[in-house]
Each structure stands twice: as C-alpha cells, then as structure tokens.
C-alpha cells in the first residue's frame, strides 16, 4: 500500500474514538503489534536520541525497499513507533524521504509533534528519513 | 477516600486565590499542578511587582543619578536587605545575586580554580542534580584534584559513617544539596558541616529544594556557601543567590569581568569592586530581584513552620495512598523528607504514566530529574515525581490516586 493510502486508513480508524482516552488505549494495543527489533541490534548504534524513553529503530533494504523494525522500553512510545513503522516500513526509500507527516496531527496525536516534547517522535521521523535518504544515494 | 476529615493549620483555599494559574484548565480538567520541585507558581504579588517595575521605575541601577534610577537601586537593595534578614546572614554584601543556583555554583566553583591544587579533594554526594556534579567535575579537571562521591544507602539517605572516613586532610571542598531534588532527602548539613569543618575544608550547599520548604539559618549553620533559586520559592525564575562568608567571597577571583563589578578601569590594570558588586558584572534581573523580596514577604507571612507542618500532612496522606496501589514502590524512604515523592510502578515505564496523568490535567514530573547518577544507583531509567506544595489539596492528592491507577489499568 502507498504511504498516502495507508495514512488514510489510519486517520479513519482513529475517526472511531471519542475522546483521547480510547485513542491512547488503541495506540497501547497498536504496540503490542510493533515488528519488534532483534534483541542484538539494541545498541547505542540503533537508539535515537532525544527521548525520555528508550527507542531503537533498525534499517534494512531489501529489494529497493526499507523496512524497520523497532522498540522502546515505554508502551506509548511503542503505540507512536508502530504508527510510524506501518507508515513507514516496506516502503521506497523515495516515497519515505517525500513523505508528510501531517496524519498525527489529524488523528489527535498533535502535542506529540512538538519539537520540545521529551517523546521525540520529530526526531524519530528525522531518523527514519535520514535511513531512507542514506539508502537513496546509494541508488543514485 | 475520605479528606474532609484533615485538619489544616491555614487557610489552603483562601491561601490559593492568590495564585491565578491554579484556576486554570488543562486538557478539559481543572489543572492539579504536582511538579513544585521543578518551580513554584507564582502569588498574585510577586506578577504585580515585576509589572510594578515595569510600569512605573523601571531604569538601570548603581549607576544614574536621576530619580527612576535612584528609586530601582534603592528597591533592589532593599530585597537583597530582605533576603539578608529571611537567611539570617551577617552582612548584606555577603548574598550575591546570580541568576539562580547553576549561576552561584558554577561562580563558586570557577573561583576554586585559582585555590585548588592537584591531589586535592572535593567532595559530592549520590544525590546531587547534575548542576551540582558537573561544575566541580569541570574544576577537578582543571586543576587536577579529585572528585569523590559520598554514597548513600537504599532509603536514599547518606551514608555519615563514610563520610567521616572519606574526610582527609586532602579534602578541600564538600558540596552537597539540602534536600535532595530527586527524592526529597532532608540531608544532616549541620553535621557535614561540622565534620568538614573540623577537617580545615568548605562546604558549599545546595539549597535549591531546601528553601521553599525550610527558612535556613546561616549563621547557625556556620555554613561557607550557601545557594538558592526565586523561582523555587514563589520568585520569578532568572533570579538567585549566593551566600558566600566574606573570607571566602574576598578570596575568590571574580568570575565575570564587566561593568558593576569594577573600580578603576585602565587598560594596563582594573582594580575591582567591593563585596557584593565584585561577583556582579553586568546589569543585573533587576525586576526578578525586587520581586525575590516580594516573594520572601509573601511566604513569611503564611510561616515556615505552618507551610511545613501543611506539606508534611500532604507528604504522609499522599505516601499512604500511593502505597495501597499495587507494585508501586516509592523511591527515598528515609525519615527526614521533604514534600517529593519519586515513585514507579513495576512493569510501567515512568513516561508513560506521566503522558496520561497530563492527559487528566495533572503535572507531574517524569524522568531522571538531572540525577542520572542517582537513576543508575537504582538501576532505573526515572522516576514519576509528584512534589507538593502548600498551596495543594488533600482533594489534589486524591485526584493524582485516581489518575495513577486509571494510567495503572491502562497500561497493563
């Protein structure tokens, strides 16, 4: 599926709940279905910096595709990166890098995009387009 | 849960009109603002007095001969008078403005530069917030002396005995907090104070946690440095003090060279100001000091004795409460504590329960509050720090319980 599309389909999901307790519980269950990295690959290497949690996101291209998996010790962290990932992931490093993120904010998920916000999700999104970009130029 | 039944020695409700914020709404709920160790809110009077300067004399000080000037030195000197009298120090060129506590270490410990030499002594503690490690850490690489950390046991208390043996000749320095930020630690510093004395060294304390809870006693305290920030204590933030005994004050070089802090210029040599204007280059907060006297009146008037007496009865009721939810394990159970509770919940990392107790309007502090040091003497990434203050509510308390198991049952 195409980034775009499958934003859409995030967007109408999160439509369903009324208030931000169900959409927290949804992203919490959401993180329980993150592809999970390999225990090895949790190293300083693969952590993104600028969070209050741990997380570590691992790259791997396959095919002319970049797909992650990834994990942090906080299970809302986990939600927000399993949103990501299902973004982001199996897609081309192209369709990555030209992106937008504005679906977050859509889905009321806003105060997490701030880039003061311990979460760092701005810097998980700029680690995830820095992967795509490395495996770009080595299209090019 | 039952609250009405709490006596309270003053007038919370009355006491909280003063303070405008707490009528606030946060995310559709009425805000329960728990993160008073970070800073403080604000009393109607000290807003009014930064507007009040402002307003109507605003200029600069120690300089103009005209009446604005005139007026903003005299309102300045007449805090820093204040604050002489609210920390019982000798003389009024002994406090040093900065612009709170990281300003008045960092001065003292640039300044020990020029006095310690290699194979010397410092000594922290455990418990220290990293502006209180990583100034002495930069003056020990300096200088070649040595920095030794005073351990602590799994209460989070001091370890005293080490300390006396820790003690040499070869120490110079001990600098350690008065109430620790992370876990609300009332520290012995009469007795450090006295072992380190008797060892021929200094002590410099933090007082950053200490003095919105504790009206310190300088002079008794026989103390060589003492620090605090405003805005910990109802102040505007950007404003401090350093207390420094003029022995000491007079042996430091100044840590900022500028206007103010000098008597004669040349370019061949400056010769430098007097006590206090030697260690205050530049223009000064102006403002935020003026009303760091204001603030001092305004807690003054409530009482040291009743705000702790309040802050205690918060401390134990909400100890009790958090301690009937399951797994729950309190971080710093020593005896003598302040109005902090660190805490986390087995399984649940301390992030997520403060994302969704601010969700209910609730602020608390997650994290290692600064004390990474202290975070790995637990081995745990953080903590959820509520800190009380005696502008909170019983009702406050039981609105954080609620909140804390509806996170619990959310995130398990």
Not at chain 2, 398 to 403: F, G, S, Y
Request: charged residues 20%; aromatic residues 10%; glycine residues 6%.
């Amino acid at each position: 599926m195409e980034i775009k599309e499958i934003q859409e389909e995030i967007i109408d999901e999160f439509s369903f709940f009324d208030d931000w307790m169900q959409r927290y519980e949804h992203m919490i269950s959401l993180g329980k279905s993150l592809p999970l990295i390999d225990e090895q690959n949790k190293t300083d290497e693969y952590l993104i910096k600028g969070c209050q949690s741990k997380v570590w996101v691992f790259p791997e291209f396959k095919d002319g595709k970049v797909y992650f998996t990834a994990d942090s010790d906080a299970i809302i962290t986990k939600g927000i990166v399993a949103l990501l990932l299902r973004v982001f992931s199996n897609q081309t490093p192209q369709d990555i890098l030209n992106a937008d993120t504005s679906f977050i904010d859509v889905i009321g998920l806003k105060e997490h995009l701030s880039p003061t916000r311990a979460n760092g999700l701005v810097s998980m999104i700029k680690q995830l387009k820095m992967y795509a970009l490395a495996y770009q130029s080595q299209l090019n | 849960m039952m609250t009405e039944n709490k006596s309270t020695p003053f007038d919370v409700e009355s006491i909280r009109k003063d303070f405008p914020i707490l009528s606030r709404k946060v995310n559709g709920y009425p805000l329960v603002y728990l993160d008073n160790a970070a800073t403080s809110q604000k009393p109607l009077a000290v807003i009014d007095a930064l507007v009040d300067y402002y307003s109507n004399y605003n200029a600069n000080i120690h300089r103009g001969v005209h009446t604005l000037s005139q007026e903003a030195t005299d309102a300045y000197e007449q805090a820093r008078e204040k604050i002489r009298v609210h920390f019982n120090v000798r003389q009024s060129k002994e406090i040093i403005f900065t612009s709170g506590t990281t300003h008045a270490i960092n001065l003292v410990a640039s300044g020990f530069r020029s006095i310690l030499q290699k194979g010397d002594e410092v000594i922290v503690s455990t418990l220290e917030h990293h502006s209180n490690i990583v100034p002495w850490q930069m003056l020990c690489e300096s200088t070649g002396a040595v920095l030794k950390v005073l351990p602590i046991n799994q209460e989070g208390e001091l370890e005293m005995n080490e300390f006396s043996r820790m003690v040499s000749p070869k120490t110079k320095l001990v600098v350690v907090n008065h109430i620790s930020n992370a876990l609300g630690t009332i520290n012995p510093i009469e007795e450090i104070i006295k072992i380190t004395h008797n060892a021929g060294a200094a002590v410099l304390i933090d007082g950053a946690q200490a003095c919105a809870h504790i009206k310190p006693d300088l002079q008794a305290l026989d103390v060589d440095f003492y620090t605090c920030s405003a805005h910990k204590m109802c102040g505007p933030t950007g404003v401090g003090i350093l207390f420094g005994k003029e022995e000491w004050l007079s042996k430091l070089p100044p840590y900022q060279g500028g206007g103010e802090m000098i008597k004669e210029v040349t370019y061949e040599k400056t010769t430098y100001a007097d006590l206090p204007h030697k260690f205050e280059a530049g223009t000064p907060n102006i403002a935020g000091g003026i009303a760091y006297g204001v603030a001092l009146d305004y807690l003054n008037k409530i009482g040291f004795d009743k705000i702790a007496q309040y802050e205690n009865q918060l401390l134990q009721y909400a100890t009790e409460q958090l301690l009937e939810i399951e797994g729950l394990r309190i971080f710093g159970t020593g005896k003598n504590k302040t109005s902090v509770i660190s805490f986390n919940i087995q399984g649940i990392h301390p992030y997520d329960i403060g994302t969704i107790v601010d969700k209910l309007g609730i602020a608390v502090r997650t994290g290692h509050h600064c004390a990474q040091p202290l975070m790995d003497f637990y081995n745990i990434p953080g903590t959820v720090r509520a800190s009380f203050a005696f502008y909170n509510t019983f009702h406050e308390i039981d609105v954080l319980i609620k909140a804390v198991k509806k996170a619990k049952q959310m995130l398990t």
